[in-house]
């Protein structure tokens, strides 16, 4: 009754099978532009993480005072199975940026008040303003995956969101913002891995929530969602580009590279700065054992 009532949407019984075909249509959606050709790697197999990573980095800084200048409005949305690697390739994005300028979004769960407005409501309100970008870890999907999943929403609710979400995105591009959305696919072996290394690692073992330890259960229920959400959202003006994350280092490189190419931007050019004279005035300090120091504790 639900696949009647989403418009007839393809369900595949093989998560893999559906993450291949998307990968594909993404690839034929994403053609690079801009440039993609100073950014980009593409065909190569040997590479230095660290190498590869620095420069992609300083493209980010030119992309970041491109959207600065233009006035531009970027949404990136960031979403896919626990522990496929979203909020490292987010923090490697981020980590060179002004966060003035990109600014990460992770929405906790909605209170009472906030599950009485409309469902985009709390999204909407952190959409940028010009010269922002936003990246969304995890986004308005939680409806179309984990609520959908553990029936944390009504079936009218989601119902509503699969048809109501395409057309909120497009209101979105209409309005001058470029909305670019990731799906990170982790096979469920890689993801076996990372949960064992969770559990084992202190300071990784909050990174484990009761949520994703019960989302083992509905592996298969997680599945037929993405597919059905990707049915109904995959769309021309939207495109999903679905990232194979099963290795970490190449899902950010490629997922950098590939968001240097959706926006066309050129390298401006910087102002020259010069250092003024440090004022070195004559100036009576306090005593310096005034002062609370921390303890050196590392020398």
């Not at 980009?40 to 005072?65: A, H, I």
């Not at 989302?215 to 999903?240: C, I, L, N, V």
């Amino acid at each position: 009754m639900r696949r009647n009532r989403l418009a007839g949407a393809r369900v595949s019984s093989n998560a893999k099978e559906s993450n291949e075909e998307h990968r594909h249509n993404g690839a034929a959606n994403g053609s690079p532009i801009g440039s993609a050709k100073s950014a980009g790697m593409g065909g190569l197999k040997k590479f230095s993480y660290k190498k590869e990573l620095r420069r992609l980095q300083v493209e980010l800084v030119k992309l970041q005072e491109w959207i600065r200048h233009e006035g531009l409005r970027v949404v990136v949305l960031f979403e896919g199975r626990d522990a496929a690697g979203k909020g490292g390739a987010i923090k490697r994005i981020t980590e060179t940026l002004n966060p003035r300028i990109c600014r990460v979004v992770a929405l906790g769960t909605p209170t009472e008040r906030e599950k009485s407005q409309w469902y985009f409501q709390r999204y909407v309100a952190e959409l940028p303003a010009a010269g922002e970008m936003v990246l969304f870890d995890r986004s308005w999907y939680n409806r179309a995956g984990v609520e959908r999943v553990m029936g944390f929403c009504s079936e009218a609710g989601y119902l509503e969101f699969m048809h109501s979400c395409p057309e909120f995105e497009r209101m979105l591009i209409r309005s001058g913002i470029v909305l670019v959305k990731y799906w990170f696919s982790v096979s469920d072996e890689e993801q076996e891995r990372r949960f064992r290394e969770r559990i084992q690692n202190p300071s990784k073992r909050w990174k484990l929530s009761p949520m994703d330890l019960e989302s083992r259960r509905h592996w298969a229920d997680y599945s037929r969602a993405k597919d059905e959400m990707f049915a109904m959202t995959d769309t021309r003006q939207a495109p999903w580009h679905v990232v194979d994350a099963d290795d970490k280092k190449r899902a950010r490189l490629n997922v950098i590279h590939h968001l240097l190419s959706r926006i066309e931007y050129r390298e401006l050019v910087p102002v020259k700065l010069k250092l003024p004279e440090l004022d070195r005035r004559k100036y009576t300090r306090p005593p310096i054992h005034e002062q609370n120091f921390i303890p050196a504790v590392f020398r």
